[in-house]
């Protein structure tokens, strides 16, 4: 039996009056890829930024059921939520660089959290070492962020995540911004990542899916249709509506 | 046929806007020459070095003294301390609209603080001379309350809804990945706020706070009112001042025509000109970066 990190449980969201995501309950298990596939607008990354509380920025969300993160409930008052996000870390679909330099991206958080001075350096090099990143910007940290290319800043915002040693790292189409050989290359990394990290990801990429992922869930108009591991969900899917989806008749 | 006549309204019209425009730039122009030609005739009756480095404006004496900088002293004295009330002020306000106050009381805030704006200038002279002034007479235990800190309280509010709107147009103007990004690593509002929106919206901060100097600057009836007009060098934020645009007000209307003295007005008014143009012009070009950060 798999451990369970992350859990949602009867989690409804809505916008103002519209319900967007509809009595969702799911277990992601520790250290593996869990991907959300589903055509646009069925609540996927809606979902994801649950997870994080990123709803929090907009007034008109209103969530209720649970989230928990193994026992901690992440909606709970009590708990604050730069803690949570410090555990649950989060990737955009488009790279967010902060308008910094490259080392300056990497230490804003840790000088936040208040790491000890002293080990912030090597904290660095160590997160951007996994995130494949250190060979090629090592003589350049006091570049600015945004002078790297688009899977560079990618890779950064993810060492930028890693750095924090969080437990969950969420990822928001993480490469759909990208070419083909960056998005190799994340895949790569996402997949040496889940040994140390529960990871997340939305993706619109059908074989993205299918190369990285060790469960997956379907989503149709804000409900979860259908969840299981990879090889289920795609050779022998359930629900009619995976089936379509997954064969590519609708999306 | 038809085609002939609708073409010839384009260009009928074409010209009409056109020379609308150019009536903006003739105006300017002309109000630029009118000002250095009545400068000219001045600095050659007085010596520009003695209009400059003099410490005395002292028309009416038998002397006859024109010194400029008493009366740039005054407006730069009563400028700079409005902007020392309306800087952290208007920035800290715009940031607490943008990026803290929830919807409802930010509707009902940002008209107020633009109505503000609609404030009659000599209405706030007036406040001054009945509120604020004896407020700071009974603070500091003076006789009365005109002074250079009376002019740069009041100013400070005139200054106010143009600092906090452009202050939080460009804060706003800021993208919202950014605030994301800091907030996704557990960084709370204020470490967002301080380390990644107001130094990226800087330039446009910079803006806020040239357009507001140059309104307080450019600014004659409040501080005519209420800084106790006293064409003298000051000494502090509680000696009466006269700003340059006080003394063109009070002066103008008495002084006989072509004379050493009406000229002399002039030339003060196009040293103010002169500033409040470079002013504008920073604000403009700070403004201008910003939009193209954003592209």
């Known amino acids: 039996m798999d451990q369970i990190k992350l859990s949602a449980h009867s989690l409804n969201l809505y916008f103002g009056e519209k319900q967007i995501l509809k009595n969702i309950n799911i277990d992601f298990p520790e250290n593996q890829v869990t991907s959300l596939i589903g055509p646009s607008g069925c609540g996927k990354s809606t979902l994801l930024r649950c997870f994080n509380r990123m709803h929090d920025l907009s007034s008109d969300a209103r969530i209720d059921g649970a989230i928990k993160l193994e026992d901690l409930d992440i909606y709970d008052k009590k708990n604050s939520v730069t803690e949570i996000r410090k555990r649950i870390g989060m990737v955009f679909q488009k790279p967010n660089p902060l308008p910094k330099s490259i080392y300056e991206n990497m230490s804003y958080a840790l000088n936040i959290h208040q790491f000890p001075k002293n080990e912030i350096p090597k904290l660095i090099e160590s997160a951007l070492r996994e995130s494949y990143l250190w060979e090629e910007v090592k003589d350049e940290l006091k570049k600015p962020a945004v002078k790297l290319s688009g899977g560079q800043q990618q890779r950064l915002c993810i060492a930028r995540t890693v750095v924090l040693r969080p437990e969950v790292i969420l990822m928001d189409e993480p490469c759909s911004a990208l070419d083909p050989i960056s998005t190799r290359k994340i895949e790569e990394l996402i997949i040496s990542l889940k040994k140390d990290y529960t990871i997340v990801i939305v993706t619109h990429n059908m074989q993205q899916a299918q190369r990285i992922s060790d469960k997956v869930a379907f989503m149709y108009l804000g409900e979860l249709i259908e969840f299981g591991s990879c090889q289920d969900v795609f050779q022998n899917p359930q629900n009619e509506l995976t089936k379509n989806y997954v064969g590519g008749h609708f999306g | ?295």
């Open chain 2, 1 to 295: 046929m038809d085609v002939k006549k609708r073409e010839n309204t384009d260009w009928l019209l074409k010209q009409l806007f056109k020379g609308t425009g150019m009536v903006t730039i003739v105006l300017l122009g002309g109000i630029f020459m009118m000002l250095i030609y009545n400068s000219i005739a001045f600095f050659a009756e007085v010596n520009p070095i003695d209009f400059f480095t003099g410490y005395q404006w002292d028309p009416g004496s038998v002397d006859r003294n024109y010194s400029i900088l008493p009366l740039l002293a005054s407006t730069g004295l009563v400028a700079a301390g409005s902007m020392l009330i309306a800087v952290p002020l208007g920035i800290f306000t715009a940031a607490f609209l943008s990026e803290f106050a929830p919807g409802k009381l930010q509707a009902v805030l940002k008209p107020v603080i633009e109505m503000l704006a609609a404030i009659p200038s000599v209405a706030i002279g007036f406040l001054g001379i009945v509120l604020v002034g004896p407020g700071i007479a009974k603070l500091f235990g003076m006789q009365n309350g005109l002074n250079a800190l009376n002019g740069s309280v009041l100013l400070a509010v005139m200054a106010l809804p143009t600092i906090i709107t452009i202050s939080e147009d460009a804060i706003n103007a800021v993208p919202k990945t950014y605030r994301e990004a800091s907030l996704a690593l557990g960084a709370n509002k204020w470490a967002t706020l301080s380390q990644v929106t107001l130094p990226a919206a800087l330039p446009g901060l910079i803006a806020a706070v040239m357009l507001g100097l140059g309104r307080a600057l450019g600014e004659t009836m409040t501080v005519l009112m209420a800084t106790g007009n006293a064409s003298a060098m000051p000494g502090g934020f509680l000696d009466s001042i006269r700003t340059i645009t006080a003394t063109i007000a009070i002066e103008m209307g008495e002084v006989p025509y072509q004379t050493t003295h009406y000229f002399a007005l002039f030339a003060i008014a196009a040293v103010l000109f002169l500033i409040t143009l470079a002013i504008n012009f920073l604000g403009e070009y700070f403004a201008n970066s910003l939009r193209k950060f954003q592209a």
